[in-house]
């Protein structure tokens, strides 16, 4: 019911802790991805998270988000003010990132219409993005597989060209090829009409769409100046590449480029329950409250207690521990190993990411980048073979045509014998796929 890998045959887990999930039959796997890529940033089984959403449950498990105020929501948007770029110092706490991006395109909306531009409200996005799975969300993602049944519910979201050195950009010296992708944003405001949009969503580095494709230096440098030129909101959608993912504190700090919102998720609370958060720039809630008008928003599990305080105690071990120096320094190490795996598998055609986001691009001819046979389905047989192997990959294929890609995130408590484990065990994964493609007639 709920996709291709999760048939009868997905493993029942009994039990989970540090990067290793066990299941009822003891056999032991290596959690390479974080879960559903990059939730599980501080490990499994830490108590102290636990021992914090209980405490909170203790005193008090709910309140009506805008009718009750929190220290433990207030605490969290304190210490992500400490995380974040600029000025983003305000925080609205939702369920996930679906939602959040949501609330952070309709925060776009009711800022234009503060402004006094009620024609804005159209909110371009990139040609290959995911951003969720609401109709929203769904709508701004480009991603042909999730949205094709859905096609005729979406809003209209027009696209951007997308970044993706590997396959584009022949004859364009890197920082050519960042602008000509930027100033394709310009070409799409032009197109839509700038005084109908209100925002401009991207991922810094793309994930489940993208096997995290990275844009050249220059290029969100070029987006901000659009933004900015035409008035125009840039939400970065750091859902993945937030809070120490990339071995900085959010993806767009690898480009010294403050967005006006971002929206971050997944390791934010660490899998320990479901939390969202839209960082909102003081400038946009000092309009808000100049006007003496709140957004008009909400959810009834905004800002709840207990994910709030699973957040607080996550980010308080990503700083006391170092985590985000460490996904930088194991990424450096994993991306070294992957490398010299490449040598041993001619299937490898493009290693790319930052810290412990790597995503690797499968080809039938590493010379000319073609892709593999779509029919020979080599993703779900590299997710089978390596789940043999004691190890979860995330397959990232956006829709018919688009060649084998997949993700490997490990949390970032990973240690150089982790790093060292799942490249191993990944090796055998394709050592299996390649003996399979062998023996397939
Ligand atoms: C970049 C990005 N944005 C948004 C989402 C949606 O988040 P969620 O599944 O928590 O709703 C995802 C999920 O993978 C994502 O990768």
């Known amino acids: 019911m709920f996709g291709a890998w999760q048939g009868s045959d997905a493993p029942l887990i009994a039990r989970a802790e540090g990067i290793r999930l066990w299941d009822v039959d003891g056999k032991e796997y290596i959690d390479a991805t974080s879960g559903a890529i990059a939730v599980i940033s501080v490990g499994h089984g830490r108590q102290e998270v636990v021992e914090a959403m209980a405490e909170q449950g203790r005193k008090f498990s709910y309140v009506q988000g805008g009718r009750f105020a929190h220290d433990v929501a207030a605490e969290l948007a304190r210490e992500l003010a400490r995380f974040t770029p ?13 939602e959040a991006n949501e609330t952070a395109i309709k925060l776009a909306r009711a800022y234009q219409l503060l402004r006094g531009n009620p024609e804005r409200h159209l909110v371009l996005s990139r040609e290959r993005s995911y951003h969720g799975n609401t109709l ?3 709508a701004l993602s480009g991603f042909g597989a999730r949205r094709e049944p859905y096609e005729p519910m979406l809003l209209q979201a027009p696209k951007v060209r997308e970044v993706n050195p590997y396959r584009d950009g022949d004859g364009l010296s890197p920082e050519e090829y960042a602008l000509v992708c930027a100033n394709d944003l310009e070409r799409a405001i032009h197109e839509a009409g700038p005084e109908r949009v209100s925002a401009f969503i991207a991922e810094p580095i793309v994930g489940a769409a993208g096997a995290a494709t990275t844009p050249p230096p220059g290029y969100f440098e070029r987006i901000r100046e659009i933004c900015d030129q035409y008035d125009i909101l840039f939400i970065a959608d750091e859902v993945i590449t937030g809070l120490g993912r990339t071995g900085l504190n959010f993806g767009v700090d690898h480009w010294g480029v403050v ?4 929206v971050t998720a997944k390791g934010l609370a660490g899998g320990y329950a479901p939390l969202g958060a839209v960082l909102v720039s003081e400038r946009i809630d000092e309009l808000f409250r100049e006007a003496g008008q709140g957004f008009v928003h909400g959810y009834t599990y905004m800002a709840h207690p207990v994910s709030c305080a699973a957040g607080l105690a996550v980010l308080r071990i990503i700083e006391r521990e170092g985590l985000t120096d460490n996904a930088a320094e194991q990424g450096a190490a994993l991306f070294a190993q992957l490398e010299h795996l490449a040598a041993e598998h001619p299937m490898i055609g493009d290693i790319r990411g930052k810290g412990l986001l790597a995503g690797v691009e499968l080809v039938r001819d590493r010379e000319t980048k073609a892709p593999l046979d779509p029919a020979l389905g080599v993703s779900m047989r590299l997710v089978r073979a390596a789940l043999r192997h004691g190890i979860t990959v995330y397959p990232c294929q956006t829709g018919p045509g688009q060649s084998d890609q997949f993700l490997i995130s490990p949390p970032l408590i990973s240690n150089a014998a982790d790093i060292e484990e799942i490249v191993n065990r990944l090796s055998l994964a394709l050592d299996d796929v390649e003996a399979e493609l062998r023996a397939s007639p």
């Open 136 to 138: 929203g969300a769904l």
């Open 86 to 98: 600029g000025d983003l110092n305000r925080a609205i706490f939702v369920s996930g990132g679906s």
């Open 259 to 262: 967005p006006d919102i971002i």
